[in-house]
């Protein structure tokens, strides 16, 4: 929601596990088009935040809103990923066995599965995205390769392609450059530098060199709340992160 400079918002979220508060009291923006980097201890929350924001675990209380108008507490899972909102998860997930061009032509039929998708054909609009997205993720080269066959960098990526093809404003990732080598990782940090602007991005990642490749803004959490905020070299500088990265 460019008016109001953000496509997401977390106000005063809590979660609670058997009375253990794995969310207390987050808030958290993203502004349109942002590339945000969310990194923090074992323990801090990154994956229940996203399961909150994806519809996966319902909050106790507090807002979640995408853009200024749409309550996402008010949607299911299934309904929340059909706003545009698409998660990727650390392990690639892929159709092993069909092609690079398949599998991206079947992100845009998930609904009606594999089965429907060899009689289904892409309209003019439909192909040009998938050549584009073909082109973003690296695989322009690789379009009738089995998904299998590929490294697994390449299937991370593939996997980033077959989100892109369903159009996402905002994308959630988890760990995306681990069990990389590091020139995937640097082709990836490439490939996340073209998406921003035209998506915005939430990126929970480990490696700091990666993640100083690509963000401006770096949100910590820890306890399920806000830490520290900044630029890498703000957040790496702050007493309150260096002791839970350290004294734990
Ligand atoms: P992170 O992704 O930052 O490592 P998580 O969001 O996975 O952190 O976990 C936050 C805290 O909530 C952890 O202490 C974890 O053990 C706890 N937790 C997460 N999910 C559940 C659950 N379904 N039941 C009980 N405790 C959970």
């Known amino acids: 929601d460019v008016a109001h400079g953000r496509i997401l918002y977390l106000e005063d979220v809590n979660v609670s596990f058997d009375g253990f508060k794995a969310i207390n009291h987050l808030s958290l923006d993203i ?37 200024s108008t749409i309550d996402l507490l008010r949607y299911k899972e299934a309904e929340i990923a059909q706003l545009g909102i698409g998660r990727k998860f650390q392990k690639p997930t892929v159709f092993e066995h069909l092609t690079v061009f398949q599998n991206l032509e079947l992100a845009l039929k998930t609904d009606k599965g594999v089965k429907s998708s060899m009689f289904f054909r892409l309209d003019s609009a439909q192909s040009d995205r998938l050549a584009e997205v073909l082109h973003t993720i690296h695989l322009a080269g690789s379009v009738g390769r089995q998904a299998g066959n590929l490294s697994h960098g390449q299937k991370q990526w593939l996997e980033i392609g077959m989100l892109l093809m369903q159009g996402p404003k905002l994308l959630l990732l988890d760990e995306p450059v681990a069990g990389m080598t590091d020139e995937e990782t640097a082709r990836t940090a490439e490939l996340f530098l073209s998406l921003k602007g035209k998506h915005s991005l939430m990126v929970v990642e480990h490696d700091m060199s990666f993640i100083r490749t690509i963000s401006e803004i770096v949100t910590v959490l820890c306890d399920g709340a806000v830490l520290a905020q900044g630029t890498l070299d703000e957040v790496q500088a702050d007493e309150r992160v260096i002791e839970v990265y350290l004294g734990r």
Do not use: H, W, Y
Not at 41 to 61: C, E, Q, Y
């Open 31 to 67: 502004a349109p088009g942002e590339l945000r980097c969310i990194i923090g201890p074992n323990g801090a929350g990154k994956t229940t935040m996203m399961d909150i924001i994806t519809g996966k675990t319902r909050p106790d209380s507090g807002q979640v809103f995408f853009g």
